[in-house]
Nanobody
Framework: QVQLVESGGGLVQAGGSLRLSCAAS????????MAWFRQAPGKERQFVAG????????YYADSVKGRFTISRNNAKNTVYLQMNSLKPEDTAVYYC????????????????WGQGTQVTVSS
């Protein structure tokens, strides 16, 4: 139904910035919230940031608050994650996710997932 494709990951030094993009295609619905999750090797997938597609509401994990910004471009069916002041602890595979309804922080609440994009932050 809905395909999500992440891009923009890569290798960056601590203190640097990256912008991730998530492009949605296929069948879409007007009330989808979007979110970014990340998963480091051997760890559980964790919520990073979420945005209500139509409502303009955002929510961030405490670990990224003030450093990351989630935004949207509904005309392009794309959500972004601007990551500034990156730290080695931000190293993970970053996943885009979508669900009908409000922002949620549990991965089981999301219906659609991208394939992930690797972000590596070196010291």
């Amino acid at each position: 139904q809905v395909q999500l494709v992440e891009s923009g990951g890569g290798l960056v030094q601590a203190g640097g910035s990256l912008r991730l993009s998530c492009a949605a295609s296929g069948r879409t619905f007007s009330s989808y919230a979007m979110a970014w999750f990340r998963q480091a090797p051997g760890k559980e997938r964790q919520f990073v940031a979420g945005i209500s597609w139509s409502g303009g509401t955002t929510y961030y994990a405490d670990s990224v608050k003030g450093r990351f910004t989630i935004s949207r471009n509904n005309a392009k069916n794309t959500v972004y994650l601007q990551m500034n002041s990156l730290k080695p602890e931000d190293t993970a595979v970053y996943y885009c996710a979508a669900r009908s309804g409000d922002i949620r922080t549990l991965q089981v609440e999301y219906n659609y997932w991208g394939q992930g994009t690797q972000v590596t932050v070196s010291s």
